[in-house]
């Protein structure tokens, strides 16, 4: 049986896992002789923790799983196997005016993957997550059975399913309703803000007026500065291309630098240019999707600049009534930390409901930072952050994590429960062992106290 090794995207330190093809996997499904633990699927690798890592077993890889089977260019419901990348589907809808309803930061994404974290974008605040504009699934489970998911069919495995990090059984296929389109181009607007009071004072404007709006924080700027940064906010342009940009990274990171070139001086001198930059003029332009989208993925293996570490991303969500206080709490707390992050992002979550069971996103604001790993100290700064963020009534994104503890994942996802009961035994990951299965003990051991 030849196998291939895969780790994750972003944490250099993660090990790589053994990998067996989607074929094989599901044979072995099929044939009900898969072990408990044993599998789990394994799109693209974008995760940036142990969400997509099977300490256990074995990961499956799913992307030769990459067929389009159907497009109906009237409705825009598209069905494609679950390894399908993201960018596949653009390219296929491009031509007929659709788009995805939701994308988030990489197009490098499978489609089973976006399913099974319920991914979000700039626009949470219109369109909800991904798993909102999933019209139906393919369930493979370890009983044999192929199930089909929507929300009039096996409705309790289908909210399991999506959000459910691959936890329920393999996604073989999926269909989901594209939006229409005038143009793949967005026109995009910058407006600078001088701290966070103005940014809170223009958000809520900028969701009711634009399909996307996201910020960007110059999180080491102290003084007169602190909390400054620039609010970018966009809309399919009216007239603009349809051709999607199949081209792939144009720049890349070669080769892995012994140590990690993202360091202090750099990122405040590349603050204040991005930010001289992208905020010069408040004028509204047109500028291609890649870019206002999909900015990383113009440099192939950029996170080799984090050094042979890795890095820890760290995105929480408050409540809005909470998010003035405690945003400049979290940014605070890593200034204190004297730990700079290369990307900070700032947005608002709307109100629109996931059918998910588990779903990251809810009203109020959510904060993305990147560290460099730098072992135990950063480690200690982003318990901090989850301590801060958990107490306000928000929650930790687990698909965008590799160390929280149980505590603040039950205290994130209350209902967690509920997944295990629907979790397939032949699936778990690294991240659910090392969360959900602990409480499952530590809750048995206080039972036989009793």
Not at 371 to 392: S, Y
């Amino acid at each position: 049986m030849g196998q291939e090794r895969f780790g994750s995207f972003g944490l250099a330190t993660s090990p790589a896992r053994k990998a067996i093809p989607a074929d094989e996997a599901i044979a072995i499904l099929k044939n009900g002789t898969a072990r408990p633990g044993s599998l789990l699927g394994y799109g693209n690798g974008r995760s940036y923790g142990d969400s997509c890592q099977n300490d256990a077993g074995m990961v499956v890889d799913m992307r030769p799983l990459d067929r389009i089977r159907s497009f109906n260019a009237e409705t825009g419901v598209l069905e494609a196997d679950a390894g399908t990348l993201l960018c596949d589907i653009i390219a296929h809808a491009a031509p007929y005016g659709f788009f995805p309803a939701v994308v988030p930061g990489t197009q490098f994404v499978t489609l089973g993957g976006a399913i099974a974290n319920d991914v979000h974008g700039k626009n949470h605040h219109r369109r909800g997550t991904f798993g909102c504009h999933v019209e139906a699934l393919t369930l493979l489970r370890s009983d044999g059975r192929t199930y089909r998911c929507s929300q009039t069919d096996n409705v309790r495995l289908f909210a399991a399913t999506i959000g459910g990090m691959g936890l329920t059984g393999l996604i073989l296929s999926a269909s989901i309703k594209l939006m229409r389109v005038p143009s793949l181009d967005i026109t995009e607007k910058t407006t600078r803000f001088r701290d966070l009071g103005e940014f809170f004072d223009l958000a809520e404007a900028a969701d009711q007026a634009n399909e996307y709006a996201v910020a960007w924080i110059d999180q080491l700027a102290g003084g007169h500065g602190r909390g400054r940064g620039l609010l970018f906010t966009g809309n399919h342009a009216e007239h603009g291309s349809h051709a999607a940009d199949r081209a792939g990274s144009r720049l890349s990171v070669p080769v892995q630098p012994p140590f990690n070139v993202l360091n202090r001086p750099f990122l405040t001198a590349f603050n204040a240019a991005y930010r001289w930059k992208k905020g010069k003029s408040a004028v509204p332009r047109q500028a291609g999707y890649q870019g206002f989208f999909f900015p990383l993925d113009g440099v192939r293996d950029w996170n080799r600049l984090y050094g042979p570490r890795g890095l820890f991303q760290h995105q929480s969500v408050v409540p809005e009534e909470k998010a003035r206080r405690i945003v400049p709490a979290l940014l605070e707390a890593a200034r204190r930390a004297g730990q700079g992050s290369f990307l900070t992002v700032l947005k608002r979550f709307g109100g629109v409901r996931s059918p998910a069971l588990l779903s990251f996103p809810r009203p109020g604001y959510t904060l993305t930072l990147d560290f460099p790993n730098r072992g135990e100290r950063t480690l200690r700064l982003l318990a901090e952050l989850d301590r801060i963020a958990v107490e306000a009534g928000g929650a930790v994104n687990p698909y965008k994590d590799a160390r929280m503890g149980p505590e603040t994942f039950a205290a994130s996802f209350p209902q967690w429960q509920r997944l295990e009961a629907l979790r397939d035994p032949a699936f778990i990951s690294s991240f659910w062992a090392r969360t959900a299965k602990r409480l499952e003990i530590g809750e048995g051991r206080a039972e036989a106290a009793e």
